[in-house]
Protein backbone atom coordinates (compact mmCIF):
# COMPACT_ATOMS: atom_id res chain seq x y z
CA UNK A 1 0.00 0.00 0.00
CA UNK A 2 1.58 3.53 -1.16
CA UNK A 3 1.67 6.02 1.82
CA UNK A 4 0.22 9.35 1.49
CA UNK A 5 2.41 12.45 0.84
CA UNK A 6 2.51 14.39 4.02
CA UNK A 7 0.81 17.89 2.40
CA UNK A 8 1.22 21.47 3.94
CA UNK A 9 -2.16 21.46 5.12
CA UNK A 10 -0.85 18.30 7.44
CA UNK A 11 2.01 20.39 8.60
CA UNK A 12 -0.46 23.35 9.21
CA UNK A 13 -2.65 21.20 11.18
CA UNK A 14 0.09 20.01 13.23
CA UNK A 15 1.42 23.19 13.99
CA UNK A 16 -1.64 24.92 14.57
CA UNK A 17 -1.01 27.61 12.34
CA UNK A 18 -2.81 28.26 8.71
CA UNK A 19 -1.96 26.59 5.33
CA UNK A 20 -0.49 30.20 4.01
CA UNK A 21 1.82 30.77 7.25
CA UNK A 22 3.24 26.95 6.55
CA UNK A 23 3.99 28.18 2.75
CA UNK A 24 5.51 31.68 4.04
CA UNK A 25 7.53 30.21 6.14
CA UNK A 26 8.99 27.27 3.90
CA UNK A 27 9.48 30.70 1.20
CA UNK A 28 10.69 33.24 3.30
CA UNK A 29 10.75 32.48 6.93
CA UNK A 30 12.63 35.35 7.79
CA UNK A 31 9.36 36.90 7.79
CA UNK A 32 8.05 34.58 9.73
CA UNK A 33 7.99 35.58 14.17
CA UNK A 34 10.64 33.07 15.52
CA UNK A 35 8.87 31.36 17.78
CA UNK A 36 6.19 30.40 14.98
CA UNK A 37 9.10 29.48 12.72
CA UNK A 38 10.73 27.10 15.66
CA UNK A 39 7.35 25.07 15.93
CA UNK A 40 6.90 24.50 12.57
CA UNK A 41 10.14 23.74 12.04
CA UNK A 42 9.91 21.22 14.52
CA UNK A 43 6.69 19.74 13.20
CA UNK A 44 8.61 19.34 9.62
CA UNK A 45 11.56 17.40 11.15
CA UNK A 46 9.68 14.91 13.31
CA UNK A 47 7.98 14.24 10.28
CA UNK A 48 9.91 14.12 7.74
CA UNK A 49 8.45 16.75 5.60
CA UNK A 50 10.22 17.38 2.15
CA UNK A 51 9.23 20.18 -0.03
CA UNK A 52 8.20 19.32 -3.73
CA UNK A 53 11.28 19.55 -5.44
CA UNK A 54 9.27 20.50 -8.56
CA UNK A 55 7.38 23.29 -6.60
CA UNK A 56 9.84 26.82 -7.03
CA UNK A 57 7.25 28.66 -4.24
CA UNK A 58 8.63 26.62 -2.00
CA UNK A 59 12.10 26.27 -2.54
CA UNK A 60 12.64 29.24 -4.03
CA UNK A 61 15.55 29.83 -6.88
CA UNK A 62 18.11 30.21 -4.23
CA UNK A 63 21.59 28.47 -3.89
CA UNK A 64 21.84 24.71 -2.58
CA UNK A 65 22.24 25.44 1.50
CA UNK A 66 24.84 23.72 3.44
CA UNK A 67 23.85 24.05 7.27
CA UNK A 68 26.22 24.75 9.99
CA UNK A 69 25.49 24.83 13.89
CA UNK A 70 28.06 26.36 16.00
CA UNK A 71 28.56 27.04 19.81
CA UNK A 72 29.48 30.62 19.97
CA UNK A 73 29.73 34.20 17.45
CA UNK A 74 32.21 35.38 19.95
CA UNK A 75 35.04 32.72 19.75
CA UNK A 76 37.72 33.48 17.44
CA UNK A 77 38.18 28.95 16.92
CA UNK A 78 34.92 28.96 14.97
CA UNK A 79 35.69 31.95 12.47
CA UNK A 80 38.26 30.08 11.72
CA UNK A 81 36.26 27.28 11.11
CA UNK A 82 33.78 28.89 9.45
CA UNK A 83 36.25 30.28 7.07
CA UNK A 84 37.52 27.06 6.42
CA UNK A 85 34.14 26.03 4.82
CA UNK A 86 33.01 29.37 3.00
CA UNK A 87 36.49 28.53 0.91
CA UNK A 88 35.04 25.72 -0.30
CA UNK A 89 31.11 26.77 -0.89
CA UNK A 90 31.77 30.25 -2.27
CA UNK A 91 34.05 27.89 -5.36
CA UNK A 92 31.59 25.25 -5.47
CA UNK A 93 28.17 27.05 -5.62
CA UNK A 94 26.67 26.60 -2.20
CA UNK A 95 25.21 28.67 0.73
CA UNK A 96 26.30 28.49 4.13
CA UNK A 97 23.43 29.03 6.78
CA UNK A 98 24.73 29.17 10.27
CA UNK A 99 22.98 29.16 13.28
CA UNK A 100 24.46 29.29 17.44
CA UNK A 101 23.21 27.61 19.62
CA UNK A 102 25.22 29.05 22.60
CA UNK A 103 26.46 25.58 24.36
CA UNK A 104 22.86 24.58 24.99
CA UNK A 105 21.82 21.55 24.35
CA UNK A 106 18.36 22.02 24.22
CA UNK A 107 18.89 25.28 22.16
CA UNK A 108 20.56 23.04 19.84
CA UNK A 109 18.21 20.44 19.18
CA UNK A 110 15.78 23.46 18.21
CA UNK A 111 18.05 24.67 15.68
CA UNK A 112 19.01 21.17 14.60
CA UNK A 113 14.87 21.64 13.41
CA UNK A 114 15.20 24.80 12.45
CA UNK A 115 18.01 24.26 9.94
CA UNK A 116 16.42 21.06 8.81
CA UNK A 117 13.21 22.80 7.44
CA UNK A 118 15.27 25.31 5.45
CA UNK A 119 15.86 21.94 2.74
CA UNK A 120 19.51 22.09 3.68
CA UNK A 121 21.40 19.66 1.14
CA UNK A 122 24.22 18.62 4.43
CA UNK A 123 24.49 19.93 7.83
CA UNK A 124 27.92 20.28 9.57
CA UNK A 125 27.79 20.16 13.58
CA UNK A 126 30.80 21.07 16.02
CA UNK A 127 29.05 18.86 18.81
CA UNK A 128 29.10 14.88 18.78
CA UNK A 129 26.84 14.51 21.56
CA UNK A 130 23.20 15.79 21.11
CA UNK A 131 19.80 15.20 22.90
CA UNK A 132 17.49 12.27 21.97
CA UNK A 133 15.03 14.35 20.38
CA UNK A 134 18.06 15.76 17.92
CA UNK A 135 19.20 12.25 17.13
CA UNK A 136 16.09 12.02 15.91
CA UNK A 137 15.72 14.84 13.69
CA UNK A 138 19.51 13.64 12.47
CA UNK A 139 18.51 9.95 11.55
CA UNK A 140 15.18 11.13 9.57
CA UNK A 141 17.53 13.71 7.65
CA UNK A 142 18.37 11.82 5.09
CA UNK A 143 21.26 14.14 4.27
CA UNK A 144 25.00 13.83 4.82
CA UNK A 145 26.10 14.85 8.38
CA UNK A 146 29.55 15.81 9.49
CA UNK A 147 30.80 16.04 13.11
CA UNK A 148 34.15 18.29 13.56
CA UNK A 149 36.34 19.42 15.98
CA UNK A 150 36.82 15.89 17.73
CA UNK A 151 37.16 12.22 16.54
CA UNK A 152 33.91 10.15 16.76
CA UNK A 153 32.53 7.15 15.66
CA UNK A 154 29.16 7.84 15.12
CA UNK A 155 27.54 5.15 12.03
CA UNK A 156 26.76 6.93 9.16
CA UNK A 157 28.13 10.68 9.93
CA UNK A 158 31.21 12.21 8.84
CA UNK A 159 34.03 13.03 11.78
CA UNK A 160 36.93 15.56 11.21
CA UNK A 161 39.01 16.66 13.60
CA UNK A 162 42.09 15.76 16.11
CA UNK A 163 42.08 13.77 19.24
CA UNK A 164 41.18 15.90 22.44
CA UNK A 165 41.92 13.63 25.11
CA UNK A 166 45.34 12.43 23.71
CA UNK A 167 46.06 16.31 23.23
CA UNK A 168 45.30 17.35 26.78
CA UNK A 169 47.75 14.04 27.92
CA UNK A 170 50.59 15.46 25.41
CA UNK A 171 50.69 19.00 26.96
CA UNK A 172 50.13 18.39 30.35
CA UNK A 173 53.44 15.57 29.79
CA UNK A 174 55.06 18.76 28.28
CA UNK A 175 54.44 20.58 31.13
CA UNK A 176 56.21 17.88 33.57
CA UNK A 177 59.17 17.42 31.89
CA UNK A 178 59.50 20.95 32.11
CA UNK A 179 60.00 19.96 35.93
CA UNK A 180 56.39 21.23 37.16
CA UNK A 181 54.14 18.83 39.66
CA UNK A 182 51.61 21.18 40.47
CA UNK A 183 49.43 21.48 37.43
CA UNK A 184 46.11 22.82 37.88
CA UNK A 185 43.17 22.65 34.83
CA UNK A 186 41.72 25.35 33.90
CA UNK A 187 38.22 24.32 31.73
CA UNK A 188 35.56 26.58 30.81
CA UNK A 189 32.07 25.39 29.29
CA UNK A 190 32.86 21.34 30.27
CA UNK A 191 31.32 20.51 27.04
CA UNK A 192 32.67 16.87 25.50
CA UNK A 193 35.39 18.69 24.37
CA UNK A 194 36.17 19.90 27.50
CA UNK A 195 35.86 16.97 29.18
CA UNK A 196 38.01 14.81 26.87
CA UNK A 197 41.15 17.68 27.20
CA UNK A 198 40.58 17.04 31.14
CA UNK A 199 40.78 13.43 30.79
CA UNK A 200 43.73 13.48 28.94
CA UNK A 201 45.34 15.80 31.61
CA UNK A 202 44.08 13.26 34.33
CA UNK A 203 46.02 10.33 32.69
CA UNK A 204 49.08 12.19 32.63
CA UNK A 205 49.01 13.38 35.77
CA UNK A 206 47.98 9.85 37.22
CA UNK A 207 50.48 8.12 35.41
CA UNK A 208 53.22 10.47 37.26
CA UNK A 209 51.43 10.00 40.81
CA UNK A 210 50.41 13.19 41.41
CA UNK A 211 47.49 14.85 41.93
CA UNK A 212 44.88 16.38 39.41
CA UNK A 213 42.82 19.68 40.21
CA UNK A 214 40.61 21.47 38.12
CA UNK A 215 38.61 25.16 38.12
CA UNK A 216 35.55 24.71 35.97
CA UNK A 217 33.53 27.98 35.74
CA UNK A 218 30.93 26.73 33.09
CA UNK A 219 31.15 30.17 30.87
CA UNK A 220 32.40 30.84 27.70
CA UNK A 221 36.00 31.35 28.15
CA UNK A 222 37.59 34.73 27.71
CA UNK A 223 40.14 36.93 28.92
CA UNK A 224 38.87 38.77 31.68
CA UNK A 225 36.98 34.90 32.84
CA UNK A 226 40.78 33.64 32.38
CA UNK A 227 41.90 36.36 34.99
CA UNK A 228 39.09 35.82 37.88
CA UNK A 229 40.00 31.51 37.55
CA UNK A 230 44.13 32.21 38.10
CA UNK A 231 42.69 34.38 41.47
CA UNK A 232 40.64 31.65 42.78
CA UNK A 233 43.06 29.07 42.00
CA UNK A 234 45.88 31.03 43.77
CA UNK A 235 43.88 30.31 46.79
CA UNK A 236 42.29 27.13 46.35
CA UNK A 237 46.08 25.34 45.00
CA UNK A 238 48.59 27.20 46.77
CA UNK A 239 50.91 25.54 45.49
CA UNK A 240 50.19 25.49 41.71
CA UNK A 241 53.29 26.06 39.53
CA UNK A 242 52.09 24.82 36.01
CA UNK A 243 48.46 26.03 34.35
CA UNK A 244 46.74 24.03 31.41
CA UNK A 245 44.17 26.01 29.86
CA UNK A 246 41.28 24.97 27.44
CA UNK A 247 41.39 27.72 25.22
CA UNK A 248 44.49 30.73 24.80
CA UNK A 249 41.69 33.35 25.94
CA UNK A 250 41.65 31.91 29.58
CA UNK A 251 45.87 31.47 29.19
CA UNK A 252 46.42 34.91 28.32
CA UNK A 253 43.76 36.42 31.19
CA UNK A 254 46.08 33.63 33.34
CA UNK A 255 49.50 35.35 31.61
CA UNK A 256 48.04 38.78 32.59
CA UNK A 257 47.39 38.52 36.47
CA UNK A 258 50.80 36.49 36.44
CA UNK A 259 52.39 39.72 35.38
CA UNK A 260 49.95 41.98 37.58
CA UNK A 261 50.86 39.44 40.87
CA UNK A 262 54.85 39.65 40.05
CA UNK A 263 55.01 35.87 39.38
CA UNK A 264 57.63 35.24 37.07
CA UNK A 265 56.79 32.91 33.89
CA UNK A 266 57.96 30.45 33.04
CA UNK A 267 60.19 29.96 36.17
CA UNK A 268 57.36 30.17 39.11
CA UNK A 269 54.79 29.21 36.74
CA UNK A 270 54.31 27.31 33.52
CA UNK A 271 51.29 27.90 31.40
CA UNK A 272 49.88 26.16 28.27
CA UNK A 273 46.87 27.46 26.10
CA UNK A 274 44.51 25.51 23.40
CA UNK A 275 44.35 25.89 20.04
CA UNK A 276 47.04 28.38 18.93
CA UNK A 277 44.69 31.49 18.58
CA UNK A 278 46.64 34.69 17.54
CA UNK A 279 46.10 36.74 20.76
CA UNK A 280 48.72 34.41 22.47
CA UNK A 281 51.03 34.15 19.77
CA UNK A 282 51.18 38.05 19.76
CA UNK A 283 52.15 38.33 23.87
CA UNK A 284 55.39 38.67 25.45
CA UNK A 285 55.85 35.59 26.11
CA UNK A 286 54.81 33.89 23.81
CA UNK A 287 52.44 31.61 24.65
CA UNK A 288 52.81 27.98 24.53
CA UNK A 289 49.67 26.10 23.26
CA UNK A 290 48.11 23.01 21.81
CA UNK A 291 47.88 24.38 17.48
CA UNK A 292 44.85 22.79 16.43
CA UNK A 293 43.83 23.16 12.59
CA UNK A 294 40.58 24.64 12.51
CA UNK A 295 40.54 26.25 9.09
CA UNK A 296 41.54 23.03 7.40
CA UNK A 297 38.29 21.09 9.22
CA UNK A 298 36.20 22.96 7.84
CA UNK A 299 37.61 23.06 4.73
CA UNK A 300 37.71 19.19 4.27
CA UNK A 301 34.52 18.31 6.24
CA UNK A 302 32.82 20.43 3.85
CA UNK A 303 34.87 19.01 0.89
CA UNK A 304 33.67 15.71 2.02
CA UNK A 305 29.98 16.62 2.54
CA UNK A 306 29.56 18.38 -0.64
CA UNK A 307 30.91 14.83 -2.38
CA UNK A 308 28.49 12.96 -0.20
CA UNK A 309 25.86 15.08 -2.20
CA UNK A 310 26.98 14.17 -5.39
CA UNK A 311 27.12 10.46 -4.37
CA UNK A 312 30.67 10.46 -5.15
CA UNK A 313 33.18 8.05 -2.93
CA UNK A 314 35.23 9.64 -0.67
CA UNK A 315 36.33 8.95 3.00
CA UNK A 316 34.80 9.75 6.35
CA UNK A 317 36.74 9.83 8.77
CA UNK A 318 39.53 12.41 8.69
CA UNK A 319 42.42 12.53 11.97
CA UNK A 320 43.85 16.63 10.95
CA UNK A 321 45.76 16.19 14.25
CA UNK A 322 47.84 18.93 16.13
CA UNK A 323 51.06 19.80 17.18
CA UNK A 324 52.19 21.45 20.45
CA UNK A 325 53.96 24.35 20.73
CA UNK A 326 56.24 25.13 23.41
CA UNK A 327 56.10 29.15 23.44
CA UNK A 328 58.14 30.55 25.92
CA UNK A 329 55.82 30.05 29.08
CA UNK A 330 57.08 26.40 29.70
Not at 114 to 136: M, Y
Not at 277 to 295: H, M, N
Request: glycine fraction near 8%; hydrophobic fraction near 40%; include cysteine.
Amino acid sequence: MKMQRITLHDIATLAGVTKMTVSRYLRTPEKVKAETAEHIAKVIAEVGYQPDADNSAMIGNTLPRIGVLIPSFHNQIFADLLAGVESVTRVQGYQTLVVNYDYDRQREEEKIATVLAFNIKALLLTESVHTVRAEKYLKAAGIPIAEVMGLTQTPGRISVGFNNHRAGLDMTNMLLASGKKHIIYFGSMSDTRDEQRYAGYCEAMTAAGLPAGRIAPNKISSVSIGTGMMTLARQIYPNMDGILCTNDDLAVGVLQECRAAGILVPDQMAIAGFHGLEIGQVTTPQLASVVTPRFEMGKVATEILIKKIHQQPTIEQVDLHYRLSMGATI
